[in-house]
Nanobody, 124 residues
Framework: QVQLVESGGGLVQDGDSLRLSCAAQGRTFSTYTVGWFRQATGREREFVAAIASNLGRHYADSMEGRFTISRDNAKNTVFLQMNNLKPEDTAVYYC??????????????????WGQGTQVTVSS
């Protein structure tokens, strides 16, 4: 099982940017798809973006254009660059691994290893 650690969250203002990181520990995840999800208080967890080992990318419709997912396999890390943040982006952001090679999906059940999450708060 892959252990994931998210970092980079924080308190920012409307319109600011943040870059989240998801680091794998103990095992490389270069051959897996890695996804980002988020969960706001009182709401269900929702898909944000995913990146496959072949660098294919998939975004939730509402995120594309503001959010960019990337990976650095040498550092065993996946990033989520978030620009022009809005208060409605406030949530705990989680990364997760899909063990099926190059599958790109926003279906939560496909992701089997999850990090603990990092809080992103956007003030208006």
């Amino acid at each position: 099982q892959v252990q994931l650690v998210e970092s980079g969250g924080g308190l920012v203002q409307d319109g600011d940017s943040l870059r989240l990181s998801c680091a794998a520990q103990g095992r490389t995840f270069s051959t897996y798809t890695v996804g980002w999800f988020r969960q706001a208080t009182g709401r269900e967890r929702e898909f944000v973006a995913a990146i496959a080992s072949n660098l294919g990318r998939h975004y939730a419709d509402s995120m594309e254009g503001r959010f960019t997912i990337s990976r650095d396999n040498a550092k065993n890390t996946v990033f989520l660059q978030m620009n022009n943040l809005k208060p409605e982006d406030t949530a705990v952001y989680y990364c997760a691994v899909d063990l099926t090679p190059n599958r790109l999906s926003g279906i939560e059940n496909y992701f089997t290893s999850w990090g603990q999450g990092t809080q992103v708060t956007v003030s208006s």
